[in-house]
């Protein structure tokens, strides 16, 4: 077999085309040849494969390698009977505006396309049409139809039906004998499944010209995307975390059972989407401290507070079952969740199951492939697992002989005749049951239309299994974060190690894509968590507990010499070492300045004052006042930590001779004390460097990084945006079609103080509040100001705003977001409620999932009410299902 491929695209003087042809694992590459730089061809001789995935790639430019898009890649069946030799006219295939609908959440949840092997054909000469349609609906089907009779003469009752071979790509091999009279004129169609016509495809008429062919040839053409008038899809969803999940039956926290419920609940509402927190596991200490769910010590591995324990085996014994339901119910009454508790009852029942049924599992089928395809990660899981119960704590660095983990060790853990395999082997089990569970919920919201969408968090624990097992990957030095915004005002100190992303780009950012590749197992859809950490992140120093010392990394810092250049009189040690003066004490402290003079300071001269070296950072001052519960001795502690922070510039962490200037100087009293002059060279300095400076080399560092993690999977890729973003950030998201999050609220442009819905782009996702948020209820009573504004501006109200929120107002806010041009509308399982004043909680406060500002805030929000209960509520059902057929949602 002869294979003829031809590519048109225009390159630069050195670059050239090449085919690249996926076999396994591997990827072959063929050198492309070309006469004018813009037509290109390779022959190949192809004897055994029956079909070929390849794609192609510019390489040589200034500007490093360009590759198609990866999603969606070209596919070749080679079905004909007769055929000796295939030319293919190929069209270089960039990211398509309508990415989404090649998503799995669409072909697999909404449309339901599943592709399928063309059929052979032994005609003498053969032409293949290939057509992309993704926008085709569920159960309709493309078709072509044309002038030559073997094309229906235009009749269309004698459309010829295609074949979805690839996803959202059709076909058909069309007998070529009879169509060698002159051009050939047609159009694709769109039918039902008994084939009537139910649209025709806009514009003229296509025409192609077939070429002279030689018998047992087969011409491929890959024709311009078919274009039908069909209005985008709109869907509606839900956000919930899984622990926040209650049922009748579940214990004490939401589980994949409950979840199962939550998508029949979903359904029955009409919405289409249902988002959830991460589900990593997070166990580091076995307290409530690990209850927040974005501080994972595996990206891999699941939270065993999930399991469905009503999917599992009874216990055998009669006692431990009466004792487990016992607590199961107790804990299942409670009206929040008892992190700890839920957890030793759950990791108990595991242990008594595991003894029970864990020999006959782990010989299972099902088990071996599950092990075979995870214990890359499983394995050294495990023994991390292991280890940190053994020793006490998650702190490697105190594990004797185990401070990094040993390839060596793997084939031990691996043996089950091994006595290490038998210390590990309860949590293989515990992943293989977490993990069937998952993925039976994923098919179940498959099967039922829904569109699960997971929640990638950006970093790790730095007592994780991951900086464990890949160390290189991470830099321990830092802090991860965010800078001050609306949640909090000191900025965001998450604790997380930055990532060494020099040694994640030199194998392509295999981690990264691993993870992505794990998640795609169990969603269609995934956040981005702060998808500006891609661009640059937020690094705070190691001695630091607030996030106001942080810089971002990467960035270009400034030098001496570029600060003068502003007009800024640079002095160095005054301006990088904390600004103490009496009536900056006297300020803070009141009639406690004299105490903080003499027991945490020493004088520098006349004016200054600097801190002992025992209070000298923020960790030192934290430890110092640990065990204070005196509210007025934790506000002196809080005084210090702004003493330490009120500098000007921070020193560049790679170069102590480089500067960047400290975030929210400008609220700060060593900015007060400089001159008018001072302020206005230091203003113009921090808008350049904040707004202007690194916009182009952080693009470039995005685009380092996230196409390769866009195209890892077929998932639909979303990002939260939000915060401090600079200019480049939505060049990369349109170019990498991400949608974006739009809260009205929180407004991308700066001239309006909430944003009109009518302007959210298509390509995004709406809601009124997120987990790290104020519900929609506690917003409208956070400042009655702002809300007054909000009732007359926005909501064309005239008038008081009402206050608390009454549910028809909630009603009227929710149906305007759900009529907005997004994508997708998701808002959490509270604000759905609040339209509802007799199933809500009268207390606003407690529908709140998570406070950003408090770094050790204990996430235990569980629904007050049953997933059996609302499902029984028609009243609210229906409300739900009519605002979403009335604003066009489905």
Excluded at 143 to 155: C, D, E, R, Y
Excluded at 310 to 321: H, K, M, V
Excluded at 499 to 520: G, H
Excluded at 774 to 802: C, S
Aim: proline share 4%; charged share 25%.
């Amino acid at each position: 077999m002869t294979l003829h491929f031809h590519i048109e695209y225009n390159t630069n003087f050195g670059e050239e085309v090449s085919l690249n042809i996926i076999e396994g694992h591997e990827v072959k590459s063929y050198r492309m040849t070309t006469i004018n730089g813009t037509d290109w061809y390779c022959d190949l001789a192809q004897s055994k494969a029956t079909t070929l995935t390849y794609y192609y790639k510019v390489s040589g430019g200034s500007n490093g390698d360009r590759y198609e898009w990866q999603m969606v890649r070209h596919l070749l069946d080679m079905t004909s009977t007769t055929a000796t030799e295939y030319t293919i006219y190929d069209r270089w295939n960039s990211m398509p505006d309508d990415s989404y609908l090649y998503s799995s959440a669409f072909t697999d949840c909404i449309n339901h396309q599943e592709p399928q092997q063309m059929k052979a054909t032994s005609f003498v000469q053969t032409v293949r049409i290939t057509v992309r349609a993704p926008q085709l609906r569920n159960g309709e089907r493309l078709a072509v139809i044309g002038s030559a009779p073997s094309l229906g003469g235009w009749n269309p009752e004698k459309s010829l039906p295609m074949t979805l071979h690839n996803y959202g790509e059709w076909a058909i091999d069309i007998d070529a004998a009879p169509l060698h009279n002159g051009p050939v004129e047609l159009k694709f169609v769109i039918t039902d499944a008994s084939g009537s016509i139910q649209q025709w495809e806009c514009g003229y008429n296509r025409s192609i010209s077939l070429p002279t062919m030689s018998k047992g040839q087969v011409v491929v053409y890959h024709l311009d995307q078919a274009f039908f008038e069909i209005y985008n899809h709109k869907l509606a969803g839900t956000l919930v975390p899984v622990f926040s999940l209650r049922s009748k039956s579940s214990a004490g926290v939401g589980d994949f059972g409950d979840l199962k419920m939550m998508i029949d609940l979903v359904v029955k509402t009409g919405q289409r989407v249902l988002q959830l927190l991460p589900i990593n596991d997070t166990t580091i200490t076995h307290t409530w401290t690990d209850s927040y769910p974005y501080s994972c010590i595996s990206i891999f591995a699941i939270h065993p507070q999930y399991a469905d324990l009503r999917a599992l085996p009874a216990l055998a014994d009669e006692a431990d079952r009466k004792s487990s339901e016992a607590e199961r119910q107790r804990l299942n009454a409670l009206p929040q969740i008892d992190y700890e508790a839920v957890n030793r009852f759950k990791l108990a029942y595991l242990q008594k199951l595991y003894l029970q049924e864990g020999k006959k599992t782990m010989k299972s089928a099902d088990f071996k492939a599950f092990f075979q395809k995870t214990q890359n990660w499983l394995v050294p899981y495990a023994q991390y697992s292991y280890l940190r119960d053994k020793y006490g704590t998650a702190d490697f660095t105190q594990w004797k002989d185990h401070n990094t983990w040993n390839e060596d060790d793997r084939q031990n853990l691996s043996n089950s005749r091994t006595k290490a395999y038998e210390e590990v082997a309860f949590y293989y089990f515990v992943q293989f049951v977490l993990s069937s569970q998952m993925k039976a919920a994923h098919d179940y919201a498959k099967q039922k239309g829904v569109i699960l969408k997971g929640d990638i968090p950006i970093g790790v624990n730095r007592y994780s299994c991951d900086v464990w097992m890949e160390p290189k990957y991470f830099n321990l030095n830092g802090q991860a974060g965010a800078p001050p915004d609306d949640f909090s005002v000191n900025g965001q100190n998450w604790g997380f190690p930055t990532y060494n992303w020099d040694e994640m780009l030199k194998d392509d950012c295999q981690w990264w894509v691993r993870r992505f590749q794990n998640m795609s197992q169990f969603f269609d859809a995934y956040r981005i968590d702060h998808v500006l950490g891609f661009f640059r992140i937020w690094e705070i120093p190691t001695d630091s507990v607030h996030g106001l010392l942080g810089q971002f990394s990467p960035s270009q810092a400034m030098s001496r010499e570029e600060i003068a250049q502003y007009g800024f009189n640079f002095q160095e040690q005054r301006f990088t070492e904390p600004f103490i003066t009496d009536w900056v004490l006297d300020r803070i402290f009141h009639e406690r300045a004299d105490e903080v003079r003499q027991t945490y300071l020493e004088r520098i001269d006349g004016e200054r004052y600097r801190m002992k070296a025992e209070v000298d950072t923020q960790r030192k001052i934290e430890a110092r006042f640990a065990k204070t519960t005196c509210q007025e001795d934790l506000w002196l502690r809080d005084g210090l930590y702004a003493l330490v922070s009120d500098v000007l510039f921070v020193r560049d962490r790679r170069n102590p001779n480089m500067f960047h200037p400290r975030i929210s100087a400008q609220l700060d009293f060593i900015y007060e004390s400089l001159y008018d002059n001072d302020k206005a060279a230091f203003n113009r300095l921090y808008n350049d460097y904040f707004y202007r400076r690194n916009n182009q080399f952080w693009y470039r560092e995005a685009m380092k990084k996230l196409p390769k993690l866009v195209q890892a999977t077929r998932m639909l890729v979303c990002a939260e945006d939000l915060g401090m973003v600079p200019d480049c950030v939505p060049w990369v998201m349109n170019e990498l079609k991400i949608l974006s999050l739009e809260l009205q609220s929180m407004p991308k442009s700066p001239t309006v103080r909430f944003g009109h819905l009518s302007s959210n782009p298509y390509r995004s996702v709406c809601t009124i509040s997120s987990h790290d948020m104020p519900t929609l209820r506690q917003w409208w009573d956070e400042d009655y100001n702002r809300t007054q504004d909000y009732y007359n501006t926005m909501l064309y109200r005239d008038g008081v705003a009402p206050h608390p929120l009454p549910g028809w107002l909630a009603e009227d806010i929710i149906a305007r977001h759900l009529a907005c041009p997004s994508m997708l509308c998701i808002l959490s399982i509270q604000d759905w409620l609040a339209m509802d004043e007799r199933l809500r909680l009268p207390d606003a406060d407690a529908e709140r999932i998570n406070i950003p500002a408090n770094p050790k805030h204990y996430w235990r929000y569980r629904m007050h009410l049953n997933i059996e209960d609302l499902m029984a509520d028609s009243k609210l059902t229906d409300t739900i299902s009519t605002l979403i057929r009335q604003t066009g949602r489905s």
